[in-house]
């Protein structure tokens, strides 16, 4: 099986990591996806463990398609009935970029077309209920090579299962656990979010640090199809429980101004069942202070366009720079798409990157603090 991980721009290499440390040498690092050959298993895992990925795709074909008569005869020559049952609910969407099939309406109406009447070879009938499993098929034409994927993965795979309720402007929890992967922050060390929002980073590194796969507590649609073996995603599920490291001593804080943010922070890390490991609190981020000589902290403030206002953010932007700098040796990370951040800031970062916020650009800052010193073995 032909299997594709999607992710958000930016973060292809970052989905691409975790397929490789899951044990998938092989994967390929394309534009917005993360392609490898695999089985179910492989399909259960993935949805399972990955973190930052956006959804896992099962690509049932491929092929060169320049007319309507051509689609439909390649969409055709796929053994639907396979692995569909005769009541499966199809869902047909699609694109078309720079192919001669332009009409990407008349590019879904042909792929439903083919597939029923691949479907009426099947099951000997010309009616279908559509009232089983959900096959979620897209139809993907770029310069006239025809891609039929169908998702197994259901909800995306940031719907973890914890944030029933949400504020203004949240993070996305792939997002969340991309910003503390592309950071060097270990279990061991304290981590705070001094406007955490509703909690997603500091609830995304616990999730981290004790190795709890982000899927653990979640269903995926590809579960309901009958030739995906229930005995598989129970193995699957069996080995995220024995990884599962919850015996672990953490540092991990998360703060707002904003009570109703604190009070939804409180209630996601209770829904995740994380809430023992973080400490959440009412606090303005001009209060911030820390006796640690060494931590982290991983931010996504506001930066105008999503809340506030520019002058609202450029004042925020410097008194975090003033509460920061006393901090020493710590190291942050800071996640805006206000373009003039570092001049505001006062310090230019170590390191940037581009990522993408929703449909905004952003840039993640990174100011690299000091180690601790290792103590010395005097013998």
């Avoid at 192919?99 to 309406?105: A, M």
């Avoid at 009447?117 to 096959?135: A, H, I, L, N, S």
Wanted: aromatic share 10%; charged share 25%; hydrophobic share 35%.
């Amino acid at each position: 099986m032909k299997i594709i991980a999607t992710a958000a721009f930016g973060l292809e290499s970052i989905t691409a990591r975790e397929i490789k440390n899951l044990g998938y040498e092989n994967a390929v690092t394309e534009n917005g996806k993360v392609v490898l050959d695999g089985t179910e298993t492989d399909i259960a895992r993935l949805n399972m463990w990955l973190r930052t990925a956006d959804r896992v795709l099962w690509e049932v074909a491929s092929f060169n398609a320049e007319t309507f008569e051509e689609l439909f005869q390649g969409v055709k020559a796929v053994a639907w009935g396979e692995f569909m049952p005769i009541d499966a609910k199809m869902h047909v969407i699609g694109k078309s970029i720079q192919s001669t099939l332009s009409s990407v309406p008349a590019c879904q109406s042909v792929t439903k077309k083919a597939i029923v009447e691949k479907m009426k070879q099947k099951y000997g009938t010309d009616y279908f209920e559509e009232t089983g499993p959900v096959y979620k098929i897209s139809v993907s034409i770029v310069k006239n090579t025809v891609s039929l994927t169908i998702d197994t993965s259901g909800e995306g795979l940031h719907k973890r299962g914890y944030r029933a309720l949400a504020g203004e402007a949240p993070l996305k929890e792939t997002l969340a656990a991309a910003l503390i992967q592309l950071s060097y922050w270990k279990a061991e060390r304290t981590l705070c979010d001094p406007l955490c929002g509703t909690g997603t980073i500091p609830i995304e590194a616990v999730m981290i640090a004790l190795n709890r796969a982000p899927g653990l507590k979640r269903s995926f649609v590809c579960e309901q199809w009958p030739f995906f073996s229930d005995k598989i995603w129970k193995e699957i599920r069996d080995e995220a429980v024995s990884l599962y490291t919850p015996d672990k001593k953490l540092s991990i804080y998360g703060s707002d101004m904003d009570p109703k943010a604190i009070e939804l922070s409180v209630i996601h890390a209770k829904q995740s069942g994380l809430d023992k490991y973080i400490d959440f609190k009412v606090k303005d981020v001009k209060n911030l202070y820390s006796e640690e000589s060494y931590g982290f902290i991983i931010t996504n403030p506001p930066y105008g366009e999503r809340l506030g206002t520019e002058k609202q953010a450029e004042k925020l932007y410097k008194t975090m720079s003033e509460v920061f700098s006393k901090l020493d040796n710590w190291s942050y990370y800071i996640l805006t798409a206000y373009t003039g951040f570092e001049k505001i800031f006062g310090r230019k970062a170590d390191k940037r990157r581009k990522l993408f916020n929703g449909r905004i650009e952003c840039q993640y800052y990174r100011f690299l603090g000091n180690s601790p010193k290792r103590k010395e073995n005097t013998k």
